[in-house]
């Protein structure tokens, strides 16, 4: 009741265990809650262009500057590490395939934890070089 009749509010979803809310997957299982990125383009069934090529016209620098920003997004919607880490680790696979420089995407990985030490303690990393090690790792595994 308290909103406007041209507002529907409708369920989504098949259950009352799992909700999507804004780019957030809420998952409830084993009496504890899980979040996961819900990303609409995932359903698509063509590709969907999402992040700059450093040749375009946009200046290169704001291409590792979205990356520090998503690692600082993804930080604050996935639960767990291992997603956390798959999730980066793929975007920077992305990037480094439209030619952006490993070295610097790992930089800038590094400069987000340093500036958000806060992922270190909810993930659990021991220092910032493991973090950066896992997240080399994640592609070799």
């Known amino acids: 009741d308290i909103f406007p009749h041209e507002l529907l509010l409708d369920r989504n979803g098949e259950d009352d265990h799992n909700a999507v809310y804004l780019d957030i997957r809420i998952q409830i299982c084993n009496n504890s809650v899980k979040t996961t990125l819900y990303n609409k383009t995932d359903e698509f069934n063509f590709p969907v262009v999402c992040f700059t090529f450093p040749d375009s016209c946009v200046p290169t620098r ?14 604050y919607i996935f639960t767990y590490k291992d997603e956390f880490i798959t999730q980066v680790h793929k975007l920077l696979s992305i990037l480094v395939a439209r030619g952006y420089k490993h070295h610097l995407l790992l930089l800038y990985f590094r400069k987000c934890l340093v500036k958000n030490i806060n992922i270190l303690y909810k993930y659990g990393f021991k220092d910032i070089g493991t973090a950066a090690e896992e997240l080399i790792q994640a592609g070799s595994g």
């Not at 291409?63 to 520090?68: E, L, T």
């Open 62 to 75: 704001l291409g590792y500057q979205v990356f520090y920003g998503q690692v600082l997004r993804y930080s």
